[in-house]
């Protein structure tokens, strides 16, 4: 067989030496975009958008057969002879099992995740060999059998997204992050021996966390959960909600701002108090309370705390509600100050045409009037 680039400059050639009409159908063969287009370009316009059009379609394919396949196909709706074509019947036929191959291979894939899926909706119980699961149906119940060996293939290997890296590395993964995905692998009933394989593969290589940990025996899962906290120095319940407590808004960020970082620092103090370590376990009522009155006390600007007051104090408000309410207040606010600064620049704008007016009269006051208002003056005089 000769190799592509051979075959692709064939198909080159043969498009200098066709007309038009013969070109059009090796762009039709090629499922060129813009067909109609085409046909109202010159000969050799034409031939220069199919072969570049060939090049992207031939580099968009990843399997070399299809590749094959496709220029061979070109090759001869150009008038290229069966006998001369680089692809011949035995090749084809290989060609045309590989695909078939290819297209079995995608949908056994397809059908293993499909069944999978199947299997984790229903959580199948696993016992040592095998799980038995029981499936209702209109006419009779029956019983499905599916052994542990199929049950390992299908499995998926639990992983961590991201990376666990040395402490201050912003790119790397968080503390917090890190903690999300165990738990979500403990709900998706990974065993522990798996979450912490996992762990160990998104730290970094070459690390002296990654040596460390992987010549501890016997590691289990809250070990490590400690470990990683302290590797992050992460805060107390404690620390975090003596924290929340004393925050306030600084002075140049806004209050849309400050209202998701006092959530997150009350998040914090929620997901800590959770850890099996913990020092004191605080409430989630106690938490809400205090997170909602050092929002109140930490805004700095008056109006918006009175028009928010209402709101903090009720019941059960949620997170949604909050942002929703200081976005509302917020663009009030601001345009209530653009009002008011109009009206100021108007007024100081008016008091500025009065006394410019005021001076201009006083200046064009004629002679005549000026003498007779000497005259006045002096008169006045004299009779004091």
């Not at 299809?66 to 709706?77: C, E, R």
């Not at 040596?211 to 992460?234: A, D, V, W």
């Not at 929703?324 to 606010?333: F, G, H, T, W």
Request: aromatic fraction near 4%; charged fraction near 30%.
């Amino acid at each position: 067989m000769e190799n592509l680039e051979e075959l692709r400059l064939k198909v080159e050639e043969l498009l200098y030496k066709n007309d038009v009409d013969v070109l059009l159908q090796a762009a039709e063969k090629l499922k060129y975009e813009k067909i109609e287009e085409l046909k109202e370009k010159s000969r050799g316009q034409i031939i220069n958008l199919v072969r570049r059009w060939l090049q992207e379609i031939v580099e968009g394919i990843e399997s070399p057969t299809a590749k094959n396949q496709l220029l061979n196909d070109v090759f001869l709706t150009l008038g290229g002879s069966p006998e001369l074509s680089p692809v011949n019947e035995k090749e084809g036929e290989l060609s045309k099992l590989q695909q078939e191959y290819e297209q079995l291979k995608s949908q056994q894939e397809k059908q293993l995740l499909e069944m999978q899926a199947k299997i984790d909706k229903l959580e199948i119980g696993v016992n040592d060999k095998s799980a038995k699961v029981k499936v209702n149906s209109s006419e009779n119940a029956s019983v499905i059998e599916v052994p542990s060996s199929t049950r390992a293939l299908l499995r998926r290997d639990f992983k961590i997204s991201g990376q666990i890296g040395e402490l201050g590395q912003a790119e790397k993964l968080t503390y917090i992050s890190l903690n999300h995905q165990i738990e979500s692998g403990l709900k998706r009933k990974y065993t522990e021996d798996e979450i912490v394989d996992a762990v160990i593969r998104a730290i970094s290589p070459h690390t002296s966390l990654r040596s460390y940990i992987e010549t501890m025996p016997e590691l289990g899962l809250p070990q490590l959960r400690k470990i990683l906290r302290i590797h992050y120095c992460e805060k107390t319940a404690s620390e975090l909600y003596q924290q929340l407590t004393t925050m306030c808004q600084k002075p140049k960020e806004s209050v849309q701002q400050f209202l998701l970082r006092i959530m997150d620092a009350r998040n914090k103090v929620v997901f800590a108090s959770k850890e099996a370590d913990t020092d004191f376990n605080y409430g989630s009522q106690l938490i809400q309370n205090t997170f909602l009155k050092a929002l109140e006390t930490g805004i700095c600007d008056e109006y918006l705390t009175t028009s928010l007051r209402p709101i903090l104090r009720k019941d059960g408000v949620s997170d949604e509600e909050l942002m929703r309410s200081i976005n509302e207040l917020a663009s009030q606010k601001t345009e209530r100050e653009n009002k008011l600064g109009l009206t100021e620049r108007l007024s100081a704008k008016s008091a500025k045409v009065s006394s410019v007016e005021g001076a201009k009269g006083k200046k064009g006051t004629s002679p005549e009037a000026s003498e007779k208002q000497d005259l006045l003056r002096r008169d006045q005089g004299n009779k004091v």
